[in-house]
Every structure is written in structure tokens, then in C-alpha cells.
């Protein structure tokens, strides 16, 4: 059962674009939303979370939009950078526990 | 700062061995969580626990099981191998039971041969 859901699997922007991601699930009782940037290799690191009682959330060039009626979350990277080029996993998780379930993810491919 | 550190970082077993895995949290931390991650897929969780206590169980078989010792470090263990079990293993910690924040370590590449 995928509770979470992304898209799209993997994308290719141009230096200096916006990167789009999409992100839904099931589970009303999910409660924090964080994303995830993966290099090959290495762990998943939290790039930025945002809570369902803000719609917006920005950090640098990372943005966070939630919509809790349509029980969707999206990514936009603006100003894509070839180093930004990664597997970027959106997840969730009930506000009294930590047990994340992630998307499926999406790679990221920005060319210069 | 330490982060969360795994070891080994690779690992080659044979179908029907048994692996042990382990994760030291980032100091203060008193919460270990493991994720599977098959190649090309989000990581699955599998299991948490809290002050050594289990606090909560993925869909994964009983080959596998895990502790936590009084310094807050933690094993994965997973009996009776399958090709099925290769993945990258992933160790989370996190300040408390109920964290929200998530560090994760880079993982245990485990292949079954």
C-alpha cells in the first residue's frame, strides 16, 4: 500500500530553472512533511519539513507548498543548480510518532 | 559533531546467513529508527526504537529484529539472508520517542549472493 505518492520520477532542468515536484497521500492523520535530498551513496539528508497549519514554507531556494484539502505537498527548487542534481524523496508522518513513509523519489538532473 | 555513523558501510553475505548491522546515534539522541532502501526505491521502515524500548514495527518479516543498548546505539539483525534482502540500510536518530526530525546515517550497502 503506497500511502505517499510522487512525481514526477525524474526530471531534467536547465541551470537556473524551477524544479517541480509532487507529492499526495492517504493517511489524513499524517501531520509533518518533510523532503529528503539523496546523493548516490549516502543517506538521505533533510533539506526542509513544513506542518499542515501553514501552506507555505521557504528556505533559501527551497519552497514547500501544502494544500490540506486536495492532501498534497509539492517541492520547487528555484534557481536550479547543477549540484542540486539528486534523488529527492518527499514523506510523511503522524505528529506522535517518527515512523516516515517516504515516495517513491525523484531524480533530479539539472544540465548547465 | 558526529553525525549518525554505520558500520559496516558494505557488506557480501550468502543466501541463508545472518548479518548484524549497527548504528551509533548522533550524541543526545535517544531514538534509532531503520529503514530499508531497495535500489531505486523510497526507504521502508522498519523498525524504532526509544530508551531501548521497541516503539514501532514496519511489514518486514521476524528474520528480522533489532535492540537498542543502554548507550542508546543500536543493532539490526536479519537471520536466514535472501537475495531479496539486498538493499541499502539506513539508520535514523532522533532526540526523542516522539521526533519528528529525522538524521539519517549513509547507510550499509548489504549484497546477497
Known amino acids: 500500500q503506497q500511502q505517499v505518492k510522487q512525481s514526477p520520477q525524474s526530471l531534467i532542468v536547465q541551470k537556473g530553472g524551477i524544479s517541480i515536484i509532487n507529492c499526495a497521500y492517504e493517511n489524513t492523520a499524517f501531520d509533518y512533511f518533510p523532503w529528503y535530498q539523496q546523493f548516490p551513496g549516502k543517506g538521505p539528508a533533510l533539506l526542509i519539513a513544513?506542518?499542515?497549519?501553514?501552506s507555505e514554507k521557504k528556505e533559501g531556494r527551497f519552497t514547500i507548498s501544502f494544500n490540506k484539502s486536495a492532501k498534497q505537498f509539492s517541492l520547487h527548487i528555484m534557481d536550479s543548480q547543477p549540484g542540486d542534481s539528486a534523488t529527492y524523496f518527499c514523506a510523511a508522518s503522524k505528529a506522535a510518532g517518527n515512523k516516515l513513509t517516504f515516495g517513491g523519489g525523484t531524480r533530479v538532473l539539472v544540465k548547465p | 559533531d558526529a553525525g549518525v555513523t554505520q558500520s559496516p558501510t558494505h557488506l557480501i553475505k550468502t543466501r541463508g546467513q545472518h548479518v548484524t548491522l549497527r548504528c551509533s546515534p548522533i550524541s543526545g539522541h535517544k531514538s534509532v529508527s531503520w529503514y530499508q532502501q531497495v535500489l531505486g526505491q523510497g526507504p521502508q521502515f522498519i523498525f524504532q526504537y526509544y530508551e531501548k524500548e521497541e516503539r514501532g514495527r514496519g511489514n518486514f518479516p521476524d528474520r528480522f529484529s533489532a535492540r537498542q543498548f543502554p548507550n542508546y546505539s543500536s543493532e539490526l539483525n536479519v537471520n536466514a539472508l535472501l537475495l531479496g534482502d539486498s538493499a541499502l540500510y539506513l539508520c535514523?536518530?532522533?532526540?526523542?520517542?516522539?521526533?519528528?526530525?529525522?538524521?539519517f546515517g549513509q547507510g550499509t550497502r548489504l549484497t546477497v549472493v
Open positions: 513544513i506542518r499542515p497549519d501553514v
Open positions: 535514523a536518530s532522533g532526540e526523542s520517542g516522539g521526533f519528528t526530525e529525522a538524521f
